[in-house]
């Protein structure tokens, strides 16, 4: 079982910055793609970004493209999410996911760290 813990949510102005953090003690860290997703009052869980094994490969949805950069440190089973330029569109529940060594599908997620916008 891939257990995931983020941390890093908070209140920050419009415009501000947060850097969300998601570990895990599971030793095949480094061989899990992973993501993080976001879910605000009234909307459907959103995807926001994704990385490969490796780091190598990085995908963002369009509203946060050029604002938001996802990375990992395998050494140290950690996931990163810096949130720049953040809008009070941003707010909502952050979710660190794991796929499945080998998968594609999200398959082990975290249970959420607020980050809420302010305008």
């Known amino acids: 079982q891939v257990q995931l813990i983020e941390s890093g949510g908070g209140l920050v102005k419009a415009g501000g910055s947060l850097r969300l953090s998601c570990t895990t003690s599971?030793?095949?860290?480094?061989?899990?793609?992973m993501g993080w997703f976001r879910h605000a009052p009234g909307k459907e869980r959103e995807f926001v970004a994704g990385i490969s094994e490796s780091g190598a490969h990085v995908s963002y949805t369009r509203s946060v493209r050029g604002r938001f950069t996802i990375s990992r440190d395998n050494a140290k089973n950690t996931m990163y999410l810096q949130m720049d330029s953040l809008k009070p569109e941003d707010t909502a529940v952050y979710y660190c996911?794991?796929?499945?060594?080998?998968?594609?599908?999200?398959?082990?997620w975290g249970l959420g760290t607020q980050v809420t916008v302010s305008s």
């Open positions: 996911a794991a796929a499945a060594v080998g998968g594609e599908n999200y398959e082990h």
């Open positions: 599971v030793r095949t860290f480094s061989e899990h793609p």
